[in-house]
């Protein structure tokens, strides 16, 4: 969610480019919206990005996977599993043309 954007990503973003980034790509022919569920984030914090992009064409949840990470101290954590991700998919999917799972074995 956009509270914790500077946060998680380390680094200074202006929300409202974040919402006028999100205005124009929703006007394109073809994209998606995808989030990392990193062990950062919550259940809450990923229904508030859904609300922010709502009616998009295609929203898709990626499992995060602790490999070859640039902060050491997400190497140790532990990702949510498949179940778990679906669980918080099951309460968005309503809200876009496509929604999915983006997955990776490790």
């Not at 380390?10 to 569920?37: G, H």
């Not at 140790?76 to 778990?84: C, T």
Request: hydrophobic fraction near 30%; aromatic fraction near 10%; charged fraction near 30%.
């Amino acid at each position: 969610p956009l509270e914790k954007y500077n946060e998680i990503t380390k680094s200074r973003v202006n929300a409202e480019d974040i919402k006028e980034s999100i205005r124009i790509i929703k006007k394109m022919n073809d994209y998606e919206f995808r989030t990392t569920v990193s062990p950062d984030l919550n259940e809450q914090d990923i229904i508030k990005i859904s609300e922010l992009i709502n009616g998009a064409k295609a929203y898709y949840l990626q499992q995060f996977i602790p490999l070859k990470c640039l902060d050491k101290k997400y190497s140790k954590k532990k990702p949510y599993s498949i179940s778990q991700i679906q669980s918080m998919l099951e309460k968005i999917k309503t809200s876009f043309e496509k929604c999915g799972i983006r997955s990776t074995s490790y």
